[in-house]
């Protein structure tokens, strides 16, 4: 070979192989990231800096409130309001966040994802691995999965597929109004940035088991009043179902199969319409708390009845928004989430 020839392609590989390896790891910005945009007064909103190459620089990082700098990634308030947010690294600014410190209301505000999937769907464990990520930083989130063309299968489970358009798997969708979004990237903003302090309405549920029949009394109290008509749906869910897990994911160790997989939240009724029934509109009016009782048999293909759960929600019966949701275990007793 022409030795200037050589040089030159020797120059050539060189030039590229550094881009590429400046690319890889060379930040040129940053991204600001926090689970929560809401809190009460004096509780810590945490942060997190991460660069473009995926890198972990919070400890690297200055983070300012307001445009003043803070200590560490931790911010709390003695005073509600709103409050901006942003990272610098070596003169790159990320993106602002708007916080908000609220003073306490009556209830707590939760968010539900109906998670439409099937052992079968080899992408379905990225919504499940989202989904468990966002009930690990909040207490917030309620989830119940509804499987099709698998072992957990609901009877009926069709009615919500074609109400709601379920044409791929897996879907997400969130307070029946917001899809989950793909990539998941920033999975957690999804689900937890809905959750707070300040919901207008609350539930509670209390219920047993005697002879396969669910007893539930279920409270609903209403911190303001409501001009448009709203429904209750009540789901029974069970944990701990195992069966294998088709997967083309990196998630839960990656593999082709995630054998023993463990399903939690499944669907395995419907004690109300799929859209819920109607509550009386003479009840759902500011410092009211509404009572009413539910039973429902628990079907044949529940596998044990120490993991089954209700999961009750409010929504608005003409855009079918949930407006907040409640889940307890069967047998445990809960209280309206009022803040003192």
């Not at 708007?98 to 079968?120: C, H, R």
């Not at 009043?225 to 160790?253: A, H, M, S, W």
Request: proline residues 3%; charged residues 20%; aromatic residues 10%.
């Amino acid at each position: 070979m022409n030795f200037r020839l050589y040089i030159l392609l020797l120059s050539v590989f060189s030039f590229f192989y550094s881009c590429n390896n400046e690319d890889i790891d060379e930040i040129t910005e940053i991204r600001l990231e926090t689970p929560i945009i809401q809190n009460l007064l004096n509780q810590d909103f945490s942060f997190s800096v991460k660069g473009n190459n995926s890198e972990d620089i919070t400890d690297k990082a200055t983070i300012t409130v307001n445009g003043e700098v803070i200590e560490g990634a931790i911010f709390s308030s003695s005073e509600i309001g709103y409050f901006e947010v942003q990272a610098i690294y070596e003169e790159m600014e990320s993106n602002i966040i708007e916080i908000e410190v609220v003073a306490p209301s009556a209830y707590v505000q939760n968010v539900l994802v109906e998670d439409y999937t099937g052992t079968w769907c080899v992408n379905c464990p990225r919504l499940s691995y989202a989904i468990a990520h966002s009930k690990e930083v909040s207490d917030k989130v309620v989830s119940v999965g509804v499987h099709a063309f698998d072992e957990m299968e609901m009877e009926g489970y069709q009615v919500l597929t074609d109400e709601f358009s379920i044409n791929n798997y897996p879907t997400g969708i969130v307070n029946r109004d917001i899809i989950w979004p793909f990539p998941e990237d920033n999975f957690l903003n999804t689900a937890t940035d809905l959750t707070g302090f300040d919901a207008d309405l609350g539930l509670s549920i209390n219920s047993s088991i005697t002879n396969s029949i669910v007893n539930m009394n279920i409270e609903i109290g209403f911190n303001a009043d409501f001009e448009t008509p709203l429904n209750l749906v009540v789901y029974l869910v069970e944990n701990g179902l195992i069966y294998d897990q088709r997967n083309n994911t990196d998630y839960y160790g990656g593999g082709s199969t995630i054998y023993d997989f463990e399903h939690n939240d499944v669907l395995r009724a419907m004690f109300t319409g799929h859209l819920g029934e109607s509550l009386p509109t003479n009840e759902t009016i500011s410092n009211n708390i509404y009572t009413l009782d539910i039973q429902g048999s628990i079907p044949s293909t529940v596998a044990d009845e120490g993991q089954l759960h209700i999961v009750a929600f409010v929504t608005d019966a003409t855009t079918k928004k949930v407006i907040n949701v409640r889940e307890v275990k069967i047998g445990e007793e809960q209280e309206l989430q009022i803040l003192e």
